[in-house]
């Protein structure tokens, strides 16, 4: 069985400053680690994903995250942030054969002008 | 691209009827369908995986009875909320995913495309 806690049910930044959303991962076996984002009454869109590979992971939107397996974490970071990036945000673990994702209690961003 | 759309986006309803929402991948084949469950400010739960042709796949506490679920196609899958009451609302979401990389019958890609939601509300 997999789990994921995300530390921090809300982070507020400054526009232009660095986001930093924080995701750690319990799984037995080596995991599939996502990134949502969601608008208010939407769906969710995917920001990356980790599978195999290269762990530094390259998403939509100028964030990026880095699996490291020593720290089971996959933190999701941005350099700067814009007022766009106001939203919740989930990180998803799965076992590679079946994709059934287990979501983090998520995030609320907010940016401050 | 990889669409998935839901429909309705909203839908009000009396308790005690039922209410079906409709889940279409677009432009691509949809092996598995998942339908999650999401209460507000609050993380999506996993409700059932739907596979085309076969039953649905239920998580635990979830009452088959009450949340049908149907895929007649590769591309529809469908959730009919029974009886529904007020505890029923919720914004219910779907995904969809091409394929299973490794597994036979198809490569696929494994990414999970989900839907714009539904958000039910029982009077």
């Known amino acids: 069985a997999q789990s994921v806690t995300q530390l921090g049910s809300h982070v507020s930044v400054s526009e232009g400053a660095l986001v930093l959303l924080r995701c750690n991962y319990s799984?037995?076996?080596?995991?599939?680690l996502f990134w949502y984002v969601q608008y208010p009454n939407q769906g969710l869109q995917l920001l990356l994903k980790y599978t195999t590979g290269a762990t530094l992971v390259k998403g939509i939107n100028g964030f990026e995250a880095e699996f490291k397996k020593s720290e089971t974490s996959f933190h999701l970071t941005k350099p700067s942030a814009h007022m766009s990036d106001a939203a919740e945000y989930f990180c998803a673990v799965s076992e590679p054969k079946d994709y059934k994702l287990s979501f983090g209690a998520g995030t609320t961003v907010t940016v401050r002008a | 691209g990889a669409v998935v759309s839901q429909h309705p986006s909203w839908v009000i309803c009396k308790s005690g009827t039922s209410v079906k929402i409709e889940c279409r991948s677009l432009d691509f084949q949809a092996t598995t369908m998942f339908w999650y469950r999401q209460f507000p400010k609050q993380s999506l739960m996993l409700m059932a995986t739907s596979n085309e042709g076969s039953k649905a796949t239920y998580e635990q506490g979830v009452e088959k009875d009450k949340f049908l679920i149907n895929h007649a196609s590769l591309t529809l899958s469908t959730l009919t909320v029974t009886s529904a009451h007020p505890e029923d609302s919720s914004f219910y979401i779907c995904s969809a995913t091409k394929g299973f990389p490794g597994l036979a019958g198809g490569p696929g890609t494994g990414e999970l495309f989900f839907g714009e939601g539904s958000r039910l509300t029982v009077l």
């Open positions: 799984s037995s076996v080596p995991p599939y």
